[in-house]
T-cell receptor, first 114, second 113 residues
Framework: DSGVTQTPKHLITATGQRVTLRCSPRSGDLSVYWYQQSLDQGLQFLIHYYNGEERAKGNILERFSAQQFPDLHSELNLSSLELGDSALYFC?????????????FGPGTRLTVL | AQSVTQLGSHVSVSEGALVLLRCNYSSSVPPYLFWYVQYPNQGLQLLLKYTSAATLVKGINGFEAEFKKSETSFHLTKPSAHMSDAAEYFCAVSDEGRRALTFGSGTRLQVQP
């Protein structure tokens, strides 16, 4: 158990809909990273938040957005869903102090868009 | 820009044999390098990391990796494979400026009895 929690574990929805994925980082970690894992694209970085502020964006679509709240949990919002958005979405947390970051991954949310 | 290449999407070894999973990276600045393992229907677990200290890094479950700057490689090895090592392995790179991980495409390790 990494100490990172993600809810829900599974999500099945229809095209055009909007969903919210939630992530709670390990106690004491200030950074949350979101990644998408799909058969087509592999593991891709989406977005990074540090202590409530957006720090970096990766291959995140404009239909997707995220935020990190004062209690440091984070939500990833996916809207106008398409079939190709079906994937495993992971969040990872890190202390992000010092010379390196060790990221601890949650169990993921499997999103199926029908 | 950073990138990672993992040679061999599938590797099959016999139980007790040497495991060698290859990773080459590209980075314009000193990299941080990681190996993660993913078991079916689970998240990613960190096996080991290189952060500019010792070039030979030991990780969990008997795995180790050697950072070779001249070859831009960070290959993962284990002297003797166990059935429980069957999983997908990902090499990843980040750096001081870009903390997000850039992953390779993964190598699925199969261990034959």
């Amino acid at each position: 158990d990494s100490g990172v929690t993600q809810t829900p574990k599974h999500l099945i929805t229809a095209t055009g809909q909007r969903v919210t994925l939630r992530c709670s980082p390990r106690s004491g970690d200030l950074s949350v990273y979101w990644y998408q894992q799909s058969l087509d694209q592999g593991l891709q970085f989406l977005i990074h938040y540090y202590n409530g502020e957006e720090r970096a964006k990766g291959n995140i679509l404009e239909r997707f957005s995220a935020q990190q709240f004062p209690d440091l949990h984070s939500e990833l919002n996916l809207s106008s869903l398409e079939l190709g958005d079906s994937a495993l979405y992971f969040c990872a947390s890190s202390v992000d102090r010092g010379s390196y970051n060790e990221q601890f991954f949650g169990p993921g949310t499997r999103l199926t868009v029908l | 820009a950073q990138s990672v290449t993992q040679l061999g999407s599938h590797v099959s070894v016999s139980e007790g044999a040497l495991v060698l999973l290859r990773c080459n990276y590209s980075s314009s600045v000193p990299p941080y390098l990681f190996w993660y393992v993913q078991y079916p229907n689970q998240g990613l677990q960190l096996l080991l990391k290189y952060t500019s200290a010792a070039t030979l890094v030991k990780g969990i479950n008997g795995f180790e990796a050697e950072f070779k700057k001249s070859e831009t490689s960070f290959h993962l090895t284990k002297p003797s494979a166990h059935m429980s090592d069957a999983a997908e392995y990902f090499c990843a790179v980040s750096d001081e400026g870009r903390r997000a991980l850039t992953f390779g495409s993964g190598t699925r390790l199969q261990v034959q009895p």
